[in-house]
């Protein structure tokens, strides 16, 4: 079975700070992809970002960008620059590889900008 | 609207109701997927289509839950004598493409309908 924890169930940042969102996942796959959702309250979750853990390098998407450490199972969100519209939810998600392309999602972190 | 789009937005159902709920995934899209989002949790797996086929309905959590895709477009979720533990928001997502590389098959999702049930 797959599992997805995300222990901090609240975070805060100054507008235009630097934020980290922590991760930890279980597995036994060795080939499956990793991402970032954000639910805004209007509640329609979009992709943040992504990463193939076959990929050693991290991946970026402008102010936002990813720290894998697979052998601790770890994949963390670091957002620079906190924007007020950044305010969400975030969730930590995880696809096999092997199977239909099923989301197995942690419990998620709301995430609040301060101005 | 290009968007993933679901019915109604909010649901209040009496306890042993049955009610539907209605997913209108991006035009042409292969893939529907259906999760169950609880209070304070995130979104968990329900059921899988790829076109009108239902290929995995392993996360329904009851008989009383039942996902069609007639024509394979269109998805209705429908949920027999509700009871309190069924409310939850239920999102619908889309994708492209059938099953294969994530990657290039992005899932998109709706806004949810929330049902709660008394």
């Known amino acids: 079975a797959q599992t997805v924890t995300q222990s901090q169930p609240e975070m805060s940042v100054q507008e235009a700070e630097t934020v980290t969102l922590s991760c930890t996942y279980d597995?036994?796959?060795?080939?499956?992809?990793l991402f970032w959702y954000k639910q805004p309250p209007s509640r329609q979750m979009i992709l943040v970002i992504r990463?193939?853990?076959?990929?050693?390098q991290n991946a970026t998407e402008n102010r936002f960008s990813v720290n894998f450490q697979k052998a601790a199972k770890s994949f963390s969100l670091k957002i620079s620059d906190s924007q007020l519209g950044d305010t969400a939810m975030y969730f930590c998600?995880?696809?096999?590889?092997?199977?239909?392309?099923?989301?197995?999602f942690g419990t998620g972190t709301s995430l609040t900008v301060i101005p | 609207g290009a968007g993933v789009s679901q019915s109604p937005r909010y649901k209040v159902a009496k306890r042993g109701q049955d009610v539907a709920l209605r997913c209108d995934p991006i035009s042409g899209h292969v893939s529907l997927f259906w999760y169950q989002q609880a209070l304070g949790q995130g979104p968990e797996f329900l059921t899988y289509?790829?076109?009108?086929?239902?290929?995995?309905k392993s996360g329904l959590p009851s008989d009383r839950f039942f996902a069609e895709r007639p024509e394979g477009s269109v998805s209705t979720l429908k949920i027999q004598r509700t009871q309190q533990e069924d409310s939850a928001v239920y999102l619908c997502a889309s994708s492209p493409l059938g099953t294969g590389d994530p990657l290039g098959n992005e899932q998109f999702f709706g806004p949810g309908t929330r049902l709660t049930v008394l």
């Open positions: 998600a995880f696809m096999k590889q092997s199977t239909g392309n099923q989301f197995y």
């Open positions: 990463q193939e853990a076959y990929k050693q």
């Open positions: 289509f790829q076109n009108e086929a239902q290929l995995d």
């Open positions: 597995t036994s796959e060795n080939n499956y992809y």
